[in-house]
């Protein structure tokens, strides 16, 4: 069991390095929540709370679970840099975006596309396959 001390200082150091008092706030802006909603689902104090989003004091462990079960989203999303997050949703978009081009096409073309796509999947999975069989043998 991990003290509580030793909760704190991972804690502090993660949110040092990350500053998640910045996407806190900003997860609660984008999902429209206001301080006091926050607040009201996590049964915190309205000074403690506008502390952490602040960033003049850091959240607990637990503190940080209530928060990402309020906001939605995940412990991991509170962490992460904003400028990743980015990059993920615009990846996404970009995948979706095909996804929906492919339904376009006609039975045949499809085919032929996720016939492009095994053989992808395939190679890569056979390149794997490989490599480790060779690291096996050295």
Do not use: C
């Not at 081009?101 to 053989?119: N, P, R, S, V």
């Amino acid at each position: 069991m991990i003290n509580k001390a030793v909760k704190r200082r991972f804690v502090i150091a993660l949110s040092n390095t990350i500053m998640i008092s910045d996407n806190i706030k900003r997860m609660r802006e984008a999902k429209g929540l206001s301080q006091k909603e926050v607040i009201s689902a996590i049964g915190m104090g309205a000074a403690q709370y506008s502390r952490i989003e602040n960033g003049k004091t850091d959240p607990s462990i637990s503190t940080v679970e209530k928060i990402a079960k309020a906001l939605g989203v995940t412990m991991a999303e509170l962490f992460t840099d904003t400028n990743d997050l980015k990059e993920i949703n615009s990846l996404n978009k970009t995948l979706i975006e095909r996804v929906t081009l492919i339904d376009t096409l006609t039975k045949e073309e499809q085919k032929t596309i996720f016939t492009i796509l095994d053989a992808f999947i395939s190679k890569r999975k056979f390149k794997s396959t490989l490599k480790n069989v060779l690291k096996d043998i050295e």
